[in-house]
């Protein structure tokens, strides 16, 4: 598959972004969907998760109640709605594709990637 993310953007602290992965070449099955972020000089940092095959999700405890993974089935569309942003939240967000399904929170587990997308928090 093929991901492609967008909607970052420069946001004061406070905010909200939504950011979209688009899902290409196949249909998705038994795939797992994740956001990570990567902030400058740190690791790759687990977000969320969604198994497509039944919706269900999962948060990173640092963000939930603030961020929250989303689909749109029949467009192939997976979203992560970003509330109450601070100035820590600022990182390259990616969204990635695990063909077997683990909704792990590992980034070794995902096979495919998108290009990133910057989120730039302001104070």
């Known amino acids: 598959v093929q991901l492609q993310a967008s909607g970052g953007g420069l946001v004061q602290a406070g905010g909200s972004l939504r950011l979209s992965c688009v899902v290409f070449?196949?249909?998705?099955?038994?795939?797992?969907l994740a956001w990570f972020r990567q902030a400058p000089g740190k690791e790759r940092e687990f977000v969320a998760a969604m198994d497509w095959s039944n919706g269900r999700t999962s948060h990173a405890d640092s963000m939930k109640g603030r961020f929250t993974i989303s689909r749109d089935i029949a467009r192939n569309i997976l979203y992560l709605q970003m509330n109450s942003l601070k100035v820590e939240d600022t990182a390259v967000y990616y969204c990635?594709?695990?063909?077997?399904?683990?909704?792990?929170?590992?980034?070794?587990?995902?096979?495919?990637w998108g290009q990133g997308t910057l989120v730039t928090v302001s104070s």
């Open positions: 990635a594709a695990d063909h077997y399904g683990s909704s792990s929170t590992y980034s070794v587990s995902y096979d495919s």
């Open positions: 070449g196949r249909t998705l099955g038994r795939y797992a």
